[in-house]
Every structure is written in C-alpha cells, then in structure tokens.
Nanobody
C-alpha cells in the first residue's frame, strides 16, 4: 500500500506565500516523475509544475518565477513553494506522481487528496 499525503494549503493574502508538501508513504521502492496540478472553481485541472526523476523542473507559464517545485527523495517528499500569490492561484492543488513499491518493478500513478489554497484579501 502506497499513497500520497498532502499538506500546507490554507488562506493567504495576495502577495503572500505558502509551501505545499506531498509525502509518499508506504513501502516505497522508488519515485519517478512528480508534479503538482490545480483545479480552480469551474475550470479544468491543469498542470502547475513537474519534476522528472531526472532532469529539470518545468512550470506552467502562469506560475513561472513565482512557484518552485523541489524534491527530497530521502524523505519521499515533493514540495511546491508558492510566492507572490495571486487571487487567480486559488484552487485545489493536487500532488501527482509515479511510485514504485519495494517488491515490484511497476510504477503506480497516484494522486493526493488535494489541498485547498485560497488567495484572498
């Protein structure tokens, strides 16, 4: 059994910052590509940032220069540092990743439960 557990969402003023965390728990054998998605009210889910197992991170144009995705593989954790937040960033943020169990060579695609980020004055 493996799962992604998110935390860090909340209410923040425009221009403020939040850091989201996503921890892979269970019998983790390996972690592949990880990413963050978000879904704003009335809109489709969209990719925010992706961090491949090898390579550089990529970001949606709307968050470039403001958001930073990072990984701490030893902690089985991916972060999303969000700075200079705007009301348009308000959404449910979801962690996504491909996770391998200790006893399998197969990677499972997992989603976190989502954490709500509200940017409002």
């Amino acid at each position: 059994q493996v799962q992604l557990v998110e935390s860090g969402g909340g209410l923040v003023q425009p221009g403020g910052s939040l850091r989201l965390s996503c921890v892979a728990s269970g019998s983790i054998g390996g972690i592949g590509v990880m990413g963050w998605y978000r879904q704003a009210p009335g809109k489709q889910r969209e990719l925010v940032a992706v961090f491949p197992s090898v390579g550089r991170a990529n970001y949606a144009d709307s968050v470039k220069g403001r958001f930073t995705i990072s990984r701490e593989n030893a902690k089985n954790t991916v972060y999303l540092q969000m700075d200079s937040l705007k009301p348009e960033d308000t959404a449910v943020y979801y962690c996504n990743g491909r996770i391998r169990t200790m006893t399998s060579s197969r990677y499972l695609e997992l989603w976190g439960q989502g954490t709500l980020v509200t940017v409002s004055s």
